[in-house]
């Protein structure tokens, strides 16, 4: 078992950066493929980013690729999203994900078993 917290999150204007941190206790962190996921108000949850257990692999949401960019410290059992220019699309409170199973759907945030609380992130335009 794993627990998840998230921060990082707030208020930036378009063109602006933040970095988002997942901080993980409870288990073997390096066992789980992380992912970060967002929902806006009104829509579903969409996948962000993923992340392999030993950051061997990433992969994006084509409306993040080139601007987010998804890392880990295996030890310090935190995971992190970096985004850049961001856009007021990009407001949502943002999810991190941890599962530990071997090639499930990563962009099912449904296939994943623990989640964090959650972080608001807020562009304005």
């Known amino acids: 078992q794993v627990q998840l917290v998230e921060s990082g999150g707030g208020l930036v204007q378009a063109g602006g950066s933040l970095r988002l941190s997942c901080a993980a206790s409870?288990?073997?962190?390096?066992?789980?493929?992380m992912g970060w996921f967002r929902q806006a108000p009104g829509k579903e949850r969409e996948f962000v980013a993923l992340v392999s257990r030993r950051a061997r692999s990433t992969d994006y949401a084509d409306s993040v690729k080139g601007r987010f960019t998804i890392s880990r410290d295996n030890a310090k059992n935190t995971v992190y999203l970096q985004m850049n220019s961001l856009k007021p699309e990009d407001t949502a409170v943002y999810y991190c994900a941890a599962e530990q199973d071997m090639g499930f759907r990563y962009e099912d945030g449904d296939e994943y078993e623990y989640w964090g609380p959650g972080t608001q992130v807020t562009v304005s335009s």
């Open positions: 409870g288990s073997t962190f390096s066992s789980y493929a």
